[in-house]
């Protein structure tokens, strides 16, 4: 069988390059000519060991460069071998349409007798399908994403034998699809009914304008003595404020007692010699030790809290400035040890 096969192989490539070495019907160049010739002994090979999809490729582009009987014959073989049988028919019938000359080389009769002699098989395989589409009157289809003209809906067409599928669409319609699998030589239906797309919803009637979505409207202003919002930095100005009020009553606290420790200062150098102070000291300078501790804390805390109160206040975001809260009070107090502000909002 090995034998036969590579005979066979010979005797074609010897037929082909005698066919490839006549003048062409139509100019084409020798690269064309060559790669014709090696395309179409790479099909033969193929179909030979039955690799039918390589033989289809190889016989199809053979055909395009240099167009013979031989070379379309191949294809036709190998596209009846994959089921094709449609595409098939069409290419052994060409070879018959066209047939050769009286003085054409013996492949190319033999190629249109061979012709004659195997496509009366494969067209019997042939299947047909009809295929309706209820809806739109010009509705999109394709079978197997092959667009299928509306002329060709409703009347058999010829097709493939296997499974296939069919798919319709249409503007304003809900597209569709369906499946179906024929048999060599079976008749098929492929009916589809495509329904009106949902419409959009219909805009409410006329009617009063509604209001613009957003916050709701305040229904009172805030009263009086309500804390000033803080969107607009005015509760941070007054935080600040306070802090700078605060903070001043603590430098001024700070440098009134340092004065008055410095007083105690003098007091007790004259009554203490060196470190050591009679019992009868005793009451000033435990003042001097207090004023001096109150001092301290005050320039301490009035500088913090001034400074933190005025970092606050500058750095407050600005904005329509709130109405002064009727009623508002600051009093700052000092006291021993002590400091601060109180007050009403």
């Avoid at 419409?199 to 804390?227: C, H, K, L, Y």
């Avoid at 935080?239 to 007091?267: D, E, P, R």
């Avoid at 508002?328 to 601060?340: A, D, K």
């Amino acid at each position: 069988m090995r034998t036969q096969a590579v005979t066979a192989l010979v005797a074609f490539s010897a037929a082909l390059s005698l066919v490839l070495a006549a003048p062409p019907a139509h100019a084409q160049s020798d690269a064309d000519r060559a790669t014709a010739r090696e395309l179409g002994q790479d099909g033969q090979t193929a179909l030979d060991n039955k690799d039918y999809k390589t033989a289809e490729d190889r016989f199809h582009r053979a055909d395009s460069l240099f167009h013979a009987p031989t070379l379309l014959l191949g294809y036709a073989r190998a596209e009846a071998a994959l089921g094709k049988v449609v595409n098939a028919t069409e290419s052994y019938n060409r070879i018959i349409r066209e047939g050769v000359a009286p003085s054409a080389p013996k492949v190319f009769v033999d190629a249109l007798a061979a012709a004659k002699a195997e496509v009366g098989a494969v067209q019997a395989r042939v299947a047909n399908v009809t295929i309706t589409i209820s809806g739109p009157d010009t509705p999109s289809v394709t079978l197997d994403d092959t667009p299928v003209p509306n002329a060709a809906l409703g009347v058999k067409r010829a097709i493939d034998p296997g499974p296939h599928v069919v798919k319709a669409s249409a503007d304003g319609w809900e597209a569709a699809q369906t499946t179906f699998t024929v048999a060599d030589a079976g008749t098929a239906a492929a009916a589809l009914v495509l329904k009106k797309a949902s419409a959009a919803p219909i805009a409410a009637a006329a009617g009063p304008a509604a209001a613009p979505a957003g916050p709701p409207a305040t229904a009172t202003p805030p009263a009086s003595n309500d804390v000033p919002s803080g969107s607009d930095g005015s509760t941070q100005r007054t935080i600040g404020l306070v802090g700078m009020i605060v903070g001043g009553a603590g430098l001024a606290t700070g440098a009134i007692t340092g004065l008055l420790a410095m007083g105690k200062h003098s007091t007790l150098t004259g009554e203490c010699k060196g470190s050591v102070c009679p019992p009868s000291a005793s009451s000033d300078l435990s003042s001097y030790h207090s004023l001096g501790t109150i001092s301290t804390i005050g320039f301490i805390g009035g500088a913090v809290l001034g400074g933190g109160g005025a970092i606050l206040f500058f750095t407050a975001p600005h904005g329509s400035p709130a109405a002064p809260a009727t009623g508002t009070t600051l009093t700052p107090y000092v006291g021993l040890g002590s400091l601060g502000a109180v007050g009403t909002f």
